[in-house]
T-cell receptor, first 115, second 113 residues
Framework: DAGITQSPRYKITETGRQVTLMCHQT?????MFWYRQDLGHGLRLIYYSAAADITDKGEVPDGYVVSRSKTENFPLTLESATRSQTSVYFC??????????????FGPGTRLTVL | AQSVTQPDIHITVSEGASLELRCNYSYGATPYLFWYVQSPGQGLQLLLK??????LVQGIKGFEAEFKRSQSSFNLRKPSVHWSDAAEYFCAVSNTGGFKTIFGAGTRLFVKA
């Protein structure tokens, strides 16, 4: 199906384990983003990528690693999960940069619980 | 510092009543402003956006928003709420390139019959 997908949709893990959340988009959008959503905070940007092999930190990058070897994929890795990383994670994409080209398209989210 | 404030954590309105959700922002340059809606268990969907021109913006699902520079506000309105509008609503501000977007904490809308 066309669009932006995330997997898994739900994940339970234990403190200290490595977890990778996947994000795939079929639009060939240049920009991709990872957000976390926590009650009372709205969405906070973790990392974003302007193109393959180009990534940059957002507001809350600590404890997370990203890579983007292909335009369509943007995985997010928690190298050693902590309870504070229990959250709902959203991936988003955007076609590019330019006047009016600002809308982001969001995936359905991954609910991660760290025990 | 750039920020977005949504003063109301939750709002309850009766079906058929009018709705206004408040949003105030702090941004140094000309902002790009958005309203997104999130239904339970879903991702965010764009309702409308503003970056220039007419300060009254029309969106999907019968929503509109008005940009008031003097008040640093971008309030969302709907003249008649439907039960299906029950969701969480996020106001957001972005830089010119659209790659640094700041979201408000959200307002949850409850609709009563």
């Amino acid at each position: 199906d066309a669009g932006i997908t995330q997997s898994p949709r739900y994940k339970i893990t234990e403190t200290g384990r490595q977890v990778t959340l996947m994000c795939h988009q079929t639009w060939s959008h240049s920009y991709m983003f990872w957000y976390r959503q926590d009650l009372g905070h709205g969405l906070r940007l973790i990392y974003y990528s302007a193109a393959a092999d180009i990534t940059d930190k957002g507001e809350v990058p600590d404890g997370y690693v990203v890579s983007r070897s292909k335009t369509e994929n943007f995985p997010l890795t928690l190298e050693s999960a902590t309870r504070s990383q229990t959250s709902v994670y959203f991936c988003a994409s955007k076609v590019g940069v330019g006047q009016g080209v600002v809308e982001q398209f969001f995936g359905p989210g991954t609910r991660l619980t760290v025990l | 510092a750039q920020s977005v404030t949504q003063p109301d954590i939750h709002i309850t309105v009766s079906e058929g009543a009018s709705l206004e959700l408040r949003c105030n922002y702090s941004y140094g340059a000309t902002p790009y402003l958005f309203w997104y809606v999130q239904s339970p268990g879903q991702g965010l969907q764009l309702l409308l956006k503003y970056f220039s021109g007419d300060t009254l913006v029309q969106g999907i699902k019968g929503f509109e928003a008005e940009f008031k520079r003097s008040q640093s506000s971008f309030n969302l309105r709907k003249p008649s709420v439907h039960w299906s509008d029950a969701a969480e609503y996020f106001c957001a501000v972005s830089n010119t390139g659209g790659f640094k977007t700041i979201f408000g904490a959200g307002t949850r809308l409850f609709v009563k019959a």
